[in-house]
């Protein structure tokens, strides 16, 4: 197995996990936050298709397709286009909700689509490329798909975590 496909089915797992956890819930539970720091399944959700979009946007040199694709008028938050989503503090956090269940699925559905199209086209070979040399030690394009996925499965997780904590099982 390629590393490229051992990335996509660790994707495949997070995106399965993610949907399994919003199925069994309301819309109106799943954008509930149940304590001030533990961010609702909604905003685990968004917060991963946005972290995946700006990641690989930003490896393959595209614009991002949260405005490329028109889902920051989709989602219509009462947030910047360029929050940095990672740091929001709970009431920005609080702002990430909707009301069409599908919309989140397909904006979920749609960056981790676009992660697995670029790697599937990727030479495994510029793995090893110094992509960012920002940090001590410089980050490679493998380093960078990792953090991402990454965190992708880290919080489908959470989401679970989430899920248990607002409805109980």
Not at 106 to 133: M, N
Not at 151 to 157: E, K, L, N, P, Y
């Amino acid at each position: 197995m390629k590393n490229t496909e051992f990335a996509m089915e660790m994707l495949e797992r997070a995106q399965e996990r993610f949907e399994d956890t919003f199925d069994q819930m309301t819309i109106e539970e799943a954008n509930q936050m149940p304590a001030p720091l533990i961010k609702s399944v909604v905003w685990l959700m968004w917060h991963t298709a946005r972290e995946l979009d700006m990641q690989i946007s930003d490896l393959n040199g595209t614009d991002f397709l949260w405005t490329s694709a028109g889902w920051s008028e989709k989602f219509a938050l009462d947030l910047p286009d360029d929050t940095p989503d990672y740091r929001h503090m709970p009431e920005e956090a609080a702002k990430v909700v909707v009301n069409d269940r599908q919309l989140v699925l397909d904006y979920l559905a749609a960056s981790i689509e676009f992660t697995k199209e670029y790697l599937r086209q990727l030479d495994e070979s510029s793995l090893d490329d110094v992509i960012d040399t920002n940090w001590d030690p410089p980050v490679t394009r493998q380093v960078r798909i990792v953090s991402a996925i990454d965190d992708a499965v880290m919080h489908s997780g959470q989401a679970v975590y989430t899920r248990r904590m607002v409805i109980g099982k």
